[in-house]
């Protein structure tokens, strides 16, 4: 499990959490008033995740694509909404 950091401890030993974040690869999770607020995670982990998201981005447009009915261009549907 991650460690825990109020955010006012955060403030206090930040060079400290980001070199464990960057360099540790230790996620810490930012607290406030007890609750959870808020993620530190290194910069792979951050792009893992957003390469997790466009997979499922790509996954979900090809199931659209697959739906029946007419498929309109993108610039023709930004048109529609008034873009």
Avoid at 43 to 49: D, I, K, S
């Amino acid at each position: 499990m991650p460690n825990t950091v109020s955010t006012a401890e955060a403030r206090k030993r930040l060079a400290e959490i980001v070199n464990k974040v960057a360099y540790g690869k230790e996620p810490i999770i930012l607290t406030r008033r007890g609750e959870q607020i808020a993620a530190l995670i290194s910069m792979e982990e951050l792009e893992l995740l957003q390469l997790i998201e466009d997979y499922s981005d790509i996954q979900e447009a090809k199931k659209a694509l697959e739906e029946p009915g007419e498929n309109i261009a993108a610039n023709e549907f930004w048109k529609k909404l008034g873009f």
